[in-house]
């Protein structure tokens, strides 16, 4: 029995390489696969473009507190400097004092300064005073006042009566 002679396997065979032309057309010419593809490339280049936007700010921010720290550094060296010109150039005493008390504390002042003698304390509004019957600013009960257990109706000047409908 020839199986190129019987109709059916012909058939067979025509289905089958139809199927994979069409399989391989379909896929080629898929504009859902295409869309996806350009989204997944323009995602991946809004990410590089954050990400080295990212670093350009964090390389500015470092630049920039470099640049405070050389600009205070020289504020010090050049207040340094006028501060020893005015202490050995000034004959006045008050002049030269009034240039060191504009400079500041010193740094080593600074660092060894002691605990301050006295304590401060919060203010105690919330403490019951024993004086006092009135209850503390925090109490839940402050500035509430018992209300009257009976009600007495208001008084009209009017007198009012049941309106009869007909």
């Not at 809004?46 to 550094?73: C, G, I, P, S, W």
């Not at 400079?103 to 003698?117: C, D, F, M, S, V």
């Not at 503390?136 to 006042?145: I, S």
Request: aromatic content about 8%; glycine content about 4%; hydrophobic content about 35%.
């Amino acid at each position: 029995m020839d199986l190129l002679s019987n109709d059916w396997f012909f058939w067979l065979i025509l289905l089958l390489l139809g199927l994979g032309i069409g399989f391989l057309l379909g896929r080629n010419n898929n504009t859902d696969l295409k869309r996806q593809n350009q989204l997944n490339d323009q995602l991946q280049t809004a990410y590089t473009e954050m990400a080295e936007y990212k670093e350009r700010v964090n390389l500015h921010f470092a630049d920039t507190a470099a640049a405070v720290n050389q600009l205070t550094d020289s504020y010090r060296n050049v207040h340094d400097q006028l501060a020893k010109g005015a202490q050995s150039l000034c004959d006045d005493p008050d002049t030269a004092s009034s240039i060191e008390t504009i400079a500041g504390p010193n740094e080593t002042a600074i660092e060894h300064q002691a605990e301050p003698a006295t304590s401060i304390r919060p203010p105690m509004d919330y403490a019951p005073s024993n004086t006092n019957p009135e209850h503390g600013t925090l109490d839940e009960r402050y500035g509430l006042k018992n209300k009257p257990d009976t009600i007495t109706p208001p008084a009209y000047d009017i007198p009012i009566t049941p309106s009869v409908n007909k």
